[in-house]
């Protein structure tokens, strides 16, 4: 048996409502940046994650294609940032309702283009 001492990693973090509204608030931004200024000047700029969850938010299949990202990838990925792992994890078993429905209220407040 080892000596060595056994890692602890404690509680998982579960994001809060504050967290949330702080990531729909960043997203809202970007979103709102591309359609003012176009992709080119944000796309290299922000982790390629980041450009594919904007992309979805606003429907552009396109950068979505480029990226090899698709609503699955985005959404499934999102669902622990916006309910932790365990609850990311939970959503995605149901079919990633929740992650979906924060998603359109977060569209609605974005308005149409």
């Known amino acids: 048996m080892s000596d060595a001492k056994r890692i602890t990693w404690g509680k998982p973090r579960r994001p809060t409502d504050a967290d949330r ?3 729909r608030d960043d997203l809202l931004t970007k979103a709102r940046a591309v359609r003012a200024d176009g992709w ?15 992309a979805y938010l606003l429907g552009d299949t396109e950068i979505l294609t480029d990226l090899e990202e698709n609503d699955a990838t985005v959404l499934s990925r999102f ?16 079919g990633l309702v929740e992650t979906q429905a924060w998603f359109d209220t977060v569209r609605k407040a974005l308005g149409p283009a």
Do not use: C, I, S, Y
């Open 79 to 94: 669902a622990a940032d916006l309910f932790g792992f365990a609850g990311g994890r939970k959503d995605n078993e149901k």
């Open 21 to 23: 509204a702080a990531l």
């Open 40 to 54: 080119a000047p944000h796309r290299t700029t922000w982790p390629t994650g980041q450009t594919a969850v904007v």
